[in-house]
């Protein structure tokens, strides 16, 4: 089998969100790429929380033109080839997006290859997984934060996580003090707990935006309120300051969804500065490097749950593998896949069952692409 044809879209995609009786909405940027093969058979791959234009270009422009005539089923040879052929100096950013994204489509085509779902070509640990709703955006008032909670319950979903820090550290130059976000946070934290009740496991995520200060005043303000994992609370996910704020909190510490390289979960794990890794396969480099990237995980006794969003291609890494864990269910990009692919799962009462339909399970909705092009 033969790789003949590369396609790349920068799409910009926008979610209705109508969790509440106001309704908003949230944007997305994503890079899809398809595959072709000389057999027939072509395989799909996604990335996003990055710049979708220059993606497009790093795929385009420097991969698809050493790829052409590859042996698409040779996912080692061919990653380790876009490595150095993308970030040689070990960087991430763009170079890792592009990775991931054509990582992702040569699975789907050595799954249609071999009849099997990703998920049973990991390994095969269990045919389902359990989901958390991401919900609790910024962007809702406290009171809206309130009822998207108990329409989740609704929906079956019993886990559910919430946004903290609201780019806290981006807007530090405002009148309002980094002091006063993270008191508006604790009472936004407790307003989800007593609405959802004592029985939901409630998650917590700064996307990176408090400072170690805020991000530990902000964990004894909460304790209280029996939060499962603060997920990215220190800027930058820097190491040294992680492995400080886990020793001063009873709270669960979880991150690597925007980490590129595999040797920064390395050092996590050996500076004791989290106790959940999350590699995204969509952003981590694929499926290629986040199983490797869990193996080190086992090996440290580490759990792995899925960070990041984008549920429908990371539910087979987490199924796949002996120690994978939760699915994040990300309302905004759940409702983005919806416009972009045809046959994607649905949860119910909470759990995601995997399926045996070849490759990602899932194909896109071609027809749609267009509407949703940037370049």
Not at 8 to 23: E, F, K, P, R, S
Not at 303 to 310: L, P, R, Y
Request: hydrophobic share 45%.
């Amino acid at each position: 089998m033969k790789i003949t044809a590369i396609r790349a879209y920068a799409l910009n995609v926008t979610a209705q969100l109508d969790i509440t009786d106001d309704i908003k909405t949230a944007g997305h940027q994503v890079c899809v790429v398809e595959i072709d093969t000389d057999e027939g058979i072509t395989g799909h791959g996604l990335t996003a929380i990055g710049p979708a234009v220059p993606i497009k270009a790093a795929v385009l422009s420097v991969a698809a033109p050493e790829l052409m005539g590859a042996d698409p089923l040779l996912h080692e040879q061919i990653w380790d080839k876009l490595y150095w052929l993308l970030v040689p100096r070990g960087q991430s950013g763009v170079g890792m997006h592009a990775i991931a994204a054509l990582d992702i489509a040569l699975w789907d085509i050595k799954g249609k290859a071999f009849g099997q779902p990703i998920w049973r070509l990991l390994g095969g640990a269990r045919n389902k997984c359990p989901v958390y709703a991401t919900f609790g955006f910024g962007f809702y008032q406290a009171e809206e934060l309130a009822e998207a909670a108990t329409r989740w319950q609704a929906k079956g979903f019993d886990r559910l996580k919430m946004t903290v820090g609201n780019q806290a550290l981006a807007r530090r130059d405002e009148p309002r003090l980094l002091g006063d976000v993270i008191l508006e946070d604790a009472k936004r934290v407790e307003t989800v707990r007593m609405a959802a009740g004592p029985e939901v496991e409630l998650f917590i995520d700064a996307n990176c935006s408090l400072d170690l200060y805020h991000a530990r005043q902000l964990c004894q303000m909460i304790e209280p309120f029996r939060i499962e994992f603060f997920e990215e609370p220190v800027t930058q996910n820097d190491v040294r300051q992680l492995s400080e704020l886990r020793s001063q909190t009873t709270i669960r510490l979880a991150c690597g969804q925007n980490e590129g390289q595999a040797y920064r979960f390395r050092d996590m794990m050996i500076a004791g500065a989290v106790d959940i890794i999350q590699p995204n396969v969509a952003i981590t480099g694929g499926f290629t490097q986040c199983q490797k990237i869990a193996a080190l995980a086992n090996s440290f006794n580490i759990s792995v749950d899925n960070g990041g969003a984008w549920p429908f291609f990371n539910q087979h890494l987490q199924a796949g593998l002996c120690n994978g864990g939760l699915v994040e269910y990300h309302y905004s990009s759940v409702e983005v896949c919806k416009q972009l692919y045809i046959g994607l799962p649905e949860p119910k009462q909470g759990w995601l069952k995997m399926t045996d339909t070849p490759g990602l399970g899932f194909e896109l909705n071609k027809g749609a692409l267009p509407h949703f092009e940037i370049d």
